[in-house]
């Protein structure tokens, strides 16, 4: 009896969730014409009643799910920030915090890079939201809605007015002032003495400590191009990281592309095995420190590295790779 109970209560429910109507629906609209490699803007309008909500899609918290939009097509080159609405803030007693949304009719756009090898002719984008939905007492259910819009490429080189975002278009997009030089100075170096706590870098302050005071013992290395060689070290480390990258994606208008050469630092930072061989390492240099373990090195590998330590050149190659 409470297996057919159940059966009931799993086929009725179905059919309560299948006769919702979302209270939101979705339309686009795009520029109609454009040239190969311009840019163009999709606006997405989320039509509902001021009783209804959606929620942020940068403005994340715990609880609400946030909106997401993606388009994709063969024209689809590269896709920027979608740009919205500035959010309202207010305390959602359903989730029991301070959540950020939008209420009634919300326009969003996003603005996309065509490819530059497109062949005149109409082509077809297509976009999908996915959004979750709520007023005072419910929330539905997250749903996509996806739709298209039609886009016709035009024979002829791209106009130099449409190859980036305007500047009004920037500044609503990212919602920020404009910060000075100064302040983006301080910001840099305050982040730079806040790092000295992450768990990659604490460790080796003792050994920069130790590299630096033992060239203070020597008359004949010159300190200010040391410390000059080790500060290019690290923003070499950078620039070469960066070259690399660029070089890998040069030329290519594909985004997922270019996002996966991209994601090549983010995959070394975030590799499970790499990160785990790096802090086993670490885990031997503090044992080693602490005197937990002992490494025994030859007489004659210690004459070589101390001769090496005393010499100039070889101070300055050290300070460049630590």
Not at 7 to 12: A, E, H, W
Not at 164 to 192: H, M, Q, V, W
Request: net charge negative.
């Amino acid at each position: 009896m409470i297996k057919y109970f159940i059966s009931y209560v799993f086929i009725y429910s179905g059919l309560i969730w299948s006769q919702i109507i979302n209270p939101v629906s979705i339309s686009l609209e795009s520029d109609s014409t454009a040239r190969a490699g311009e840019m163009i803007s999709i606006s997405i309008d989320a039509i509902m009643d001021h009783q209804w909500k959606i929620y942020s899609i940068y403005k994340i918290v715990d609880g609400p799910l946030p909106t997401e939009i993606s388009v994709s097509g063969d024209a689809v080159g590269m896709v920027g920030l979608v740009k919205e609405p500035s959010p309202i803030e207010k305390f959602d007693p359903g989730f029991d915090l301070t959540s950020y949304y939008h209420s009634g009719d919300t326009r969003f756009v996003m603005p996309v890079r065509l490819k530059r090898n497109l062949d005149p002719g109409n082509y077809d984008i297509s976009v999908s939201v996915f959004f979750q939905v709520c007023n005072e007492r419910l929330c539905y259910p997250p749903v996509t809605i996806s739709d298209t819009v039609s886009v016709t490429i035009e024979s002829g080189e791209p106009r130099p007015g449409k190859l980036i975002l305007s500047s009004s278009e920037e500044n609503d997009a990212s919602g920020d002032k404009p910060r000075s030089i100064l302040s983006l100075i301080i910001l840099a170096i305050g982040g730079a003495i806040l790092s000295w706590v992450m768990p990659c870098v604490y460790p080796m302050i003792p050994i920069i400590i130790s590299f630096f005071g033992k060239l203070s013992e020597e008359k004949h290395i010159g300190k200010k191009t040391v410390a000059v060689l080790y500060g290019s070290g690290i923003a070499g480390t950078f620039i070469v990281i960066g070259l690399v990258v660029s070089f890998l994606s040069w030329g290519m208008n594909d985004a997922a592309a270019q996002t996966g050469y991209a994601n090549i630092g983010n995959f070394i930072a975030t590799n499970a095995w790499l990160n785990l061989g790096l802090g086993l390492l670490f885990i031997f240099f503090a044992l080693w420190m602490f005197g937990v373990v002992n490494v025994n090195v030859t007489g004659a590998l210690l004459s070589k590295t101390d001769e090496a330590g005393q010499s100039a050149k070889n101070a300055y190659i050290g300070s460049i790779i630590l």
